[in-house]
């Protein structure tokens, strides 16, 4: 742990004008408002808001952020108040550490819950002051560090969730990469411990079998570049392991199958040295087409610059070329911290433009329930940006592979709830239309129009994403509510005996419901069965009627949207969907209506009947999948294969083998998942697998 002088002394030797006296003062509340407070290392708690100022330190942050790192669990872990901090350190310390504040106190029903409200205040804060994600980020780095000093699992790998879903892409977001790397690494180790075990095995393997491969690349690159007169410094590293388990998802397929598992960085002196670089690389060594970008004359959107290129260097190897200059480098690595506008004296409202987090504070407004705001903000935080303009010359700015409706929504909620029309560049065009850099776009508008719930197939941002669902499932109440009340009529026919005046009110009573409308959607959604309503208007009455209970665990796991509440369906044999597939339904009189994955070959056979266009409702939870999996012929192979299935928690249905050989067995498995994003981390997590040659989910059909 850094000691009070150490501390100041790193501030002081990048800035000599910080205020030595604020860091002094910070250093010493915080170590007697801490006190004998531990954490689960068995560590002084106090180590911990000093080691995040340190971390900064390394970024060179100005004086009051650094005092904010040091103070920042101060309001919530000890008896400090908000008042003191600011009596002691000013309003904009203060502020700083009312934003940064961790919010555990939250009495949340799920997981996802206190995620999205961690993170809407969390946004609202950092949109008034980036600094506050500055040491958000800190905070986060250094207790995922620590995380393996937590006893209880379940609690690591939700925080690991956490760093995955929220504050890795926050990190990359604003282009700082090696924070971003290192919470990856961290967090993948606690989500996919086998995976990351298997990954890192390979890695070893691969840099022993090679006799440091990395270095006598680096030593080439360099050589080469010599001769042609560029200085350059070079820096090679592997991939980190969540890089690679990634793309062997994406791409489906196999470590050996990777081809770019290495990195190198070629750091030069100036821009025309970086393309000087490029050509000598290009020159010596072949390039692989499609993968060279140049990222300086068209930076990201969070200001990252470098040129990339891949190179077959020998072998048959591929390896991945980064070129950049020295301040490029800094700014890869560590993004908005290393121009940090602060140094500069500029005040909070000169930060830059950060339009992408208004976006995400105004989704807050529009996502009604926290999966929608998880959804829509990482949705948010990972797009690049194009530019249009309203009639007006007003500059708009939208996600690239946004629509015509995205615009009208960008413009205003109103303005999108009663859009008919567009037209772009004077030409009218369907709402569905992409926008262009540069394209004028105007939006034909009637007080008579409103949201409609197929907007939501090509809306893309999620502002209008968010604001449409929230009027479509207002709607969807309504008609849920009327649809209840003709069920509930017929409920209220089979009772034996008359109804007085007072039956309703006290059945909601008994089921502990709030209103009329809430007993007319749960009859409707089938919350609760015919009897129990009955029994809670006239107690006694299911029974002298004839009706039964439902059985306990009867519900439906599975709900779709695009279906009437109540229409009776089944998931077809032949394609096996799951939660998270595209889907549609085929509607066959007397028949319940029958759930195909898009791409299913039976499909054809049904041109005859009505297709409906379906969706998986909110919390559906479980299928069965179809796996074609070849394993090596050796003692072991079969146990392995189960016991990767039996890790990720999916129950083996059927299990059969189909076809031998000398070298291979190949299984044809049926199993029970969740969702399509469980059974792709299955699979993956089989390709990663020694004994495992190929895992596919067997063609729909």
């Not at 000093?50 to 004086?63: F, N, P, S």
């Not at 939250?106 to 206190?114: F, H, L, S, V, Y």
């Not at 070959?601 to 041109?607: H, N, Y």
Request: with cysteine.
């Amino acid at each position: 742990m850094l000691r009070q002088y150490e501390l100041v002394d790193r501030v002081l030797s990048y800035d000599p004008d910080a205020d030595e006296a604020l860091l002094n003062r910070a250093y010493v509340f915080s170590m007697q408002a801490h006190g004998s407070q531990k954490r689960a290392s068995g560590d002084p708690y106090f180590s911990h808001p000093i080691e995040v100022a340190g971390i900064l330190t390394d970024l060179q942050l100005d004086d009051e952020t650094i005092a904010t790192a040091i103070l920042h669990d101060t309001i919530e872990d000890t008896v400090a108040t908000p008042e003191q901090i600011e009596k002691s350190f000013g309003p904009s310390v203060a502020r700083l550490v009312d934003g940064v504040t961790k919010l555990s106190k939250i009495e949340a029903q799920t997981e996802n819950e206190r995620a999205a409200e961690n993170l809407r205040k969390f946004l609202l804060a950092m949109s008034s002051d980036i600094r506050v994600l500055l040491v958000k980020l800190a905070d986060r780095l250094h207790n995922m560090r620590t995380l393996h000093h937590i006893p209880s699992e379940q609690k690591r790998r939700r925080i690991a969730r956490e760093t995955m879903d929220i504050y890795a892409p926050l990190a990359e977001r604003i282009g700082m990469y090696e924070f971003m790397r290192e919470m990856q690494t961290l967090a993948f180790q606690q989500l996919e411990p086998d995976a990351y075990a298997s990954i890192t095995k390979r890695l070893k393997q691969l840099n022993e079998g090679g006799g440091d491969l990395i270095s006598r690349i680096s030593s080439g690159l360099r050589l080469q570049l010599g001769r042609a007169g560029v200085q350059a410094e070079i820096q090679g590293r592997e991939k980190h392991p969540y890089s690679i388990w990634k793309k062997m998802a994406e791409r489906h397929i196999s470590f050996e199958q990777l081809s770019d598992v290495m990195a190198f960085r070629v750091i030069v002196a100036d821009i025309d040295e970086c393309y000087k670089a490029l050509g000598v690389l290009h020159r010596r060594w072949p390039m692989v087409p499609g993968r060279f970008k140049d990222y300086i004359s068209t930076p990201k959107r969070n200001g990252y610059r470098s040129l990339h290129t891949s190179i077959i260097h020998s072998e048959k190897m591929r390896i991945e070329v980064q070129i950049r200059t020295e301040e490029m480098h800094a700014e890869a690595e560590y993004g908005l911290a290393a121009h940090w506008a602060y140094k500069q004296g500029k005040p909070a409202g000169e930060q830059g433009n950060h339009s992408w987090i208004r976006d995400l504070v105004d989704i807050l407004e529009h996502a009604d329930n926290p999966e929608e705001l998880l959804e829509h903000t990482r949705m948010a935080m990972y797009q690049d940006r194009i530019f249009a303009f309203s009639p007006t010359g007003e500059l708009i700015q939208l996600p690239k592979g946004s629509t015509a409706i995205d615009f009208a929504y960008a413009v205003h909620t109103d303005v999108g709830d009663t859009t008919v029309g567009a037209k772009i560049n004077g030409r009218v065009v369907p709402l569905r239309t992409l926008i262009e850099n540069g394209d004028q776009v105007q939006i034909l508008r009637s007080k008579a129009q409103e949201p409609q719930v197929e907007w939501l197939t090509f809306a893309f941002t999620g502002k209008a994403r968010a604001a449409i669902r929230r009027f479509v499932r207002h709607k969807e109440r309504e008609e849920t509510i009327a649809l209840g009340r003709k069920f509930y009529d017929e409920i209220v026919r089979r009772i034996p005996a008359p109804l007085g005046p007072e039956a309703l009110p006290e059945a909601l009573k008994r089921l502990k419901l709030p209103d009329e409308e809430a007993l007319m959607e749960s009859i409707a959604r089938k919350l609760i069965d015919d009897a129990t309503v009955m029994d809670a208007l006239m107690p006694g009455s299911a029974e002298k009627a004839g009706v039964k209970r439902r059985e306990t665990g009867q519900r439906e796991a599975i709900s779709m949207k695009g279906l009437t509440p109540g229409v009776a369906f089944q998931l077809a044999e032949c394609c096996n969907p799951v939660p998270g597939d595209r889907i549609i339904g085929v509607r066959r009189p007397d028949h319940p209506v029958e759930v195909h994955t898009i791409d299913c070959s039976r499909l054809a056979e049904q041109q005859d009947a009505d297709w409906v266009d379906l969706a998986w409702g909110d919390g559906s939870d479980g299928g069965t999948a179809r796996l074609t999996v070849i394993v090596k012929n050796e003692p072991g192979a079969l146990g392995i294969m189960s016991g990767i299935l039996g890790a990720h928690h999916a129950n083996i249905v059927n299990l059969s083998l189909s076809h031998r050989d000398a070298a291979f067995h190949t299984y044809d498995v049926t199993i029970e998942v969740h969702d399509v994003q469980h059974l792709m981390k299955i699979i993956a997590a089989l390709r990663a697998a020694d004994a495992v040659s190929q895992a596919e989910r067997t063609p729909a059909g």
